[in-house]
């Protein structure tokens, strides 16, 4: 596509719920970024792509987090028995390498009740 | 460990002021560094990419510098306008998925 898509823009969800949240990156980057970014706060990293290697999960910050990336393409991030703390606009970044800018989506945000 | 910070943490101008942001960084070796706007509630939008070989870019109103020996970058907007109003994050890439971002200057320009 043209951008970094991501769906849902918005998610409310009960505390304890899992959610899926989706990244379609532009074709052909081979790299992607999840980012949560909390209310006022800066980007935290998550985890990162880089074509078919196995991904840099270190920024997870928990085992409830897992995300995965399918053909190369399309990335889904899951939270599990979601808590209010992970309440966050969730941002997705793609590259055509790990090293030439970043083209963020729009987000989702994440609101935990 | 590369530490990115952005000074100030915010600023408001009257409209057409010309202004300047800063972004520190505290290692140098870097393989490039962006300049982001992010309006309330949404994603991040990329307004320049300085490669660690160049000086600096410009696009339109916007002109970022780059001097690696320092460890610093500026983000120079001329005749802001009130739409310029924003948060202005920069971001230090050292190669790969290593990159840092700065908490951001919030940028208010006052009609």
């Known amino acids: 596509g043209a951008g970094v898509s991501q769906s849902p823009s918005n998610k409310v969800t009960e505390k304890g719920k899992d959610v899926e949240l989706r990244c379609d990156p532009i074709s052909g980057h081979t790299a992607l970024y999840w980012y949560r970014q909390s209310l006022g706060q800066g980007l935290e990293f998550l985890i990162y792509f880089q074509g078919n290697s196995a991904p840099d999960k270190s920024g997870l910050p928990s085992d409830r987090f897992s995300a995965e990336r399918t053909g190369g393409s399309v990335s889904t991030l899951t939270i599990q028995r979601t808590q209010q703390e992970d309440s966050a606009v969730y941002l997705c970044a793609s590259s055509p390498t790990g090293n030439y800018g970043y083209t963020f989506g729009s987000g989702t945000r994440l609101t935990v009740v | 460990k590369q530490e990115v910070t952005q000074i100030p943490a915010a600023l408001s101008v009257p409209e057409g002021e010309n202004l300047v942001l800063n972004c520190s960084f505290t290692?140098?070796?870097?393989?490039?560094l962006q300049w982001f706007r992010q309006d309330p509630g949404k994603g991040l939008t990329s307004l320049l990419l300085?490669?660690?070989?160049?000086r600096e870019q410009t696009s339109g109103r916007l002109n970022a510098s780059l001097d690696k020996s320092s460890g610093r970058s500026t983000l120079y907007i001329a005749a802001s306008q009130p739409g310029d109003s924003a948060t202005y994050l920069c971001a230090v890439n050292a190669g790969g998925f290593k990159t840092i971002f700065g908490a951001g200057t919030r940028l208010f320009v006052k009609a």
């Open positions: 290692d140098s070796a870097i393989y490039n």
């Open positions: 300085i490669q660690s070989s160049q």
